[in-house]
């Protein structure tokens, strides 16, 4: 799980990648001496840091996504355990209380698991968020073929089990 603490990290190291780019390709910013070779190399650091910043828009979006999940399941964990907390609640509702806190958790565990598994087919992050019958995969990728999202939605059913709606989105840094 991440941290706010890594959230709020990435989110000062995207800041700065941010304010690099802004400072390195504002008008009027390199002087009237600056030579052809100079503003060669702002170019190339230029494009590098905006693919950078890309990298980290994305890694942000999943991290945000990530969080919001997080957030859900605690609150829905919250629930839970006020209504076996509650001295008004029946044993039928204290044991359906229990039960749906173990489902969470499980299906929690065959969240994090399908990651690591997509994430060991070749992309850099993935985020699976689970909500009913629905199954939202995201992947840090710039293209995914018909192949690979029917590899990544086959996963899915393997490790959350059939008869839910699956969709798999990626290019988080294009809006």
Do not use: C, F
């Amino acid at each position: 799980m991440i941290k706010k603490q890594t959230v709020w990290l990435l989110t000062m190291l995207s800041l700065i990648v941010v304010l690099s780019v802004y400072a390195l390709s504002a008008p009027g910013n390199h002087g009237q001496s600056a030579q052809s070779g100079e503003k060669a190399a702002q170019t190339s650091a230029g494009s590098k840091t905006a693919k950078t910043v890309a990298a980290n828009a994305t890694e942000e979006k999943l991290a945000n996504i990530e969080l919001t999940k997080d957030d859900e399941r605690k609150s829905l964990e919250n629930k839970y355990e006020s209504v076996v907390a509650s001295k008004n609640s029946t044993a039928k509702e204290i044991s359906a209380a229990y039960d749906s806190m173990s489902d969470l958790k499980t299906t929690a565990n065959n969240e994090t698991m399908l990651e690591d598994v997509i994430e060991s087919k070749g992309y850099d992050k993935s985020v699976v968020k689970t909500s009913g019958n629905q199954v939202q995969v995201y992947v840090s990728a710039d293209k995914l073929t018909n192949k690979q999202a029917n590899e990544i939605i086959q996963l899915t059913n393997e490790y959350l089990g059939t008869g839910r709606v699956v969709s798999v989105t990626y290019a988080l840094n294009k809006k």
